[in-house]
């Protein structure tokens, strides 16, 4: 599966090409945030890998579908961010980060 990568640190870089090592997906990265400006930058991926700060309305879902992504990877638990009524109605499949591990919060830096 080719997957567009938006929003990428990095760590992301790092992290999700060694889980890929024996999966074989093909990941492009951009530092940019997923806008409706953005979003032409996903045609032909069949998914996309977004965060928190990435904007996923009604409208950016709709171009992503025009350009063949199918499926929508939220690097986080939150989902406020993504209209889920729409994803839906196009067949989009959405998946995100179940929980953060309890231990995970004892390592961040707040500042």
Not at 17 to 42: G, K, M, Q, W, Y
Not at 55 to 83: I, K, M, P
Request: net charge neutral.
């Amino acid at each position: 599966m080719r997957i567009a990568v938006f929003s990428a640190k990095p760590y992301d870089h790092t992290f999700i090409s060694r889980a890929n090592a024996a999966e074989h997906h093909v990941f492009n990265f951009f530092d940019v945030r997923l806008t409706i400006d953005t979003a032409p930058l996903a045609k032909g991926f069949e998914g996309v890998c977004v965060f928190v700060n990435d904007c996923l309305d009604a409208s950016v879902l709709q171009q992503l579908y025009e350009g063949g992504t199918r499926l929508v990877a939220l690097r986080s638990a939150g989902f406020n961010h993504v209209d889920l009524a729409v994803a839906e109605q196009l067949g989009m499949t959405v998946v995100r980060v179940p929980a953060y591990s309890p231990t995970q919060w004892q390592s961040m830096r707040w500042p």
